[in-house]
């Protein structure tokens, strides 16, 4: 015997909540994704899909190490260093965040090019100074 739900004392609660644990009516649960919320709950869980989707860091430092592959890499790359290395401290702390892969593609290619690119300059002041 489940007892009455806490919103309608007159209904016998049946659905318990995925989130808050908290046995409701079925009046008061909605699913979601598989799971069964009270409106208090489903409200937080929407709003986490919504962070979900809004973090965009490591696409946004995987775009850095890329677009510094053709140019302003000296410039770039450093920039989705620091990005993707923010991102992948942000997802170790919350690892329900997206995009793991790519900080680390941004990590890995703006450590890559910048090595390149600071062994470009390197070579390029070797030139010139031969050059003298
Ligand atoms: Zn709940
Ligand atoms: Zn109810």
């Given at each position: 015997m489940a007892g009455p739900c806490p919103n309608h004392?007159?209904?016998?609660?049946t659905h318990q909540c995925a989130g808050c644990r908290r046995v409701f009516c079925v009046n008061c649960v909605v699913e979601m994704g598989g799971f069964i919320y009270c409106g208090f709950c489903k409200n937080r869980a929407v709003r986490d899909a919504q962070t979900m989707v809004e973090y965009k860091l490591p696409g946004e430092a995987l775009t850095y190490a890329i677009v510094g592959i053709f140019c302003c890499g000296i410039i770039l790359e450093p920039i989705a260093i620091i990005k993707g290395m923010r991102a992948l401290g942000e997802i170790k702390a919350?690892?329900?965040?997206?995009g793991h892969g790519k900080a680390v593609a941004a990590v890995t290619i703006g450590v890559i090019l910048l090595v390149v690119n600071v062994i470009a300059v390197i070579v390029r002041i070797g030139l010139v100074s031969q050059m003298r």
């Amino acid at each position: 015997m489940a007892g009455p739900c806490p919103n309608h004392p007159g209904l016998e609660a049946t659905h318990q909540c995925a989130g808050c644990r908290r046995v409701f009516c079925v009046n008061c649960v909605v699913e979601m994704g598989g799971f069964i919320y009270c409106g208090f709950c489903k409200n937080r869980a929407v709003r986490d899909a919504q962070t979900m989707v809004e973090y965009k860091l490591p696409g946004e430092a995987l775009t850095y190490a890329i677009v510094g592959i053709f140019c302003c890499g000296i410039i770039l790359e450093p920039i989705a260093i620091i990005k993707g290395m923010r991102a992948l401290g942000e997802i170790k702390a919350n690892p329900q965040l997206p995009g793991h892969g790519k900080a680390v593609a941004a990590v890995t290619i703006g450590v890559i090019l910048l090595v390149v690119n600071v062994i470009a300059v390197i070579v390029r002041i070797g030139l010139v100074s031969q050059m003298r």
